[in-house]
């Protein structure tokens, strides 16, 4: 039995959505919308009301949760912890850095992860000052201490 061209038509627009995308799996949400399509109108709205969608953003980038979903970001993007493991840390540590034992961070205003460059295992949080002046010259004085002791291991 043929099929008529009006049923052919129908099942073709029925593979296609009003924008022309395929109704694949890949491109459809739970509810048979579109993605591209859905993506282009909040693209399309973001485009014609930037001032104020800037200014949401800001706003909520300054609330508590804003700043906790940030922070969280940045420490899984810098160290693959989240937030939950760096306040453990700090926990553990009593609040305070793991070297000096100061319980104000100093600096930037939180205690920074320290962190072996080469391993990239996490050693504690330190305090600014701890961070960016103890530890790399303990680093850079046991590294020569350990090329001097090599040397004389050899020369002896």
């Not at 099942?11 to 949400?29: A, D, T």
């Not at 709205?45 to 970001?73: C, D, F, I, P």
């Not at 939950?84 to 930037?108: F, H, M, W």
Request: aromatic share 8%; proline share 3%.
């Amino acid at each position: 039995m043929a099929k008529s061209p009006e049923f052919i038509a129908n099942q073709q627009k029925k593979q296609v959505c009003k924008r022309g995308h395929l109704r694949v799996p890949e491109n459809l949400y739970s509810r048979g919308t579109c993605k591209p399509c859905i993506k282009a109108t909040v693209k399309a709205y973001q485009q014609s009301h930037r001032q104020w969608v800037s200014e949401r953003g800001r706003a909520w980038r300054n609330t508590l949760n804003g700043k906790r979903v940030r922070k969280n970001n940045d420490l899984l993007r810098a160290h693959g912890i989240t937030l939950e493991v760096y306040e453990q840390l700090l926990k553990q540590q009593g609040g305070t850095c793991a070297v000096c034992s100061s319980s104000t961070p100093k600096g930037r205003g939180a205690f920074h992860v320290d962190h072996c460059h080469r391993t990239g295992k996490i050693r504690g949080l330190l305090c600014h000052s701890c961070n960016t002046i103890v530890v790399p010259a303990v680093e850079y004085y046991l590294g020569i201490l350990y090329a001097a002791r090599i040397y004389i291991n050899e020369k002896s």
